[in-house]
């Protein structure tokens, strides 16, 4: 049975924002759990040049899910 990470990802992205967890934990969490599968390479460099957890859910393609949030609240 293999897991989906990016699933595991997208739900720990969303426990993070809803706890107000700072960004750059998020990111580093995000990053460790991403760092050892290879064919998401890509997804890990974007949320590694990301500044933002508005820019982490464009990249995890979540960004209409957090859309109604205040930028303040990123």
Same mark, same amino acid.
């Given at each position: 049975?293999?897991?989906?990470?990016?699933?595991?990802?997208?739900?720990?992205?969303?426990?993070?924002?809803?706890?107000?967890? #700072?960004?750059?934990? %998020?990111?580093?969490?995000?990053?460790?759990? +991403?760092?050892?599968? $290879?064919?998401?390479?890509? *997804?890990?460099?974007?949320? #590694?040049?990301?500044? %933002?957890?508005?820019?982490?859910?464009?990249? +995890?393609?979540?960004? $209409?899910?957090?859309?109604? *949030?205040?930028?303040?609240?990123?």
């Amino acid at each position: 049975m293999e897991i989906d990470i990016v699933q595991q990802v997208r739900e720990y992205f969303r426990l993070s924002v809803a706890s107000g967890n #700072h960004y750059q934990n %998020t990111k580093y969490c995000i990053l460790y759990m +991403l760092k050892t599968h $290879k064919q998401y390479f890509d *997804l890990f460099k974007k949320i #590694h040049s990301s500044k %933002t957890l508005f820019e982490y859910a464009k990249a +995890l393609e979540m960004d $209409k899910e957090f859309e109604g *949030l205040s930028p303040d609240y990123f």
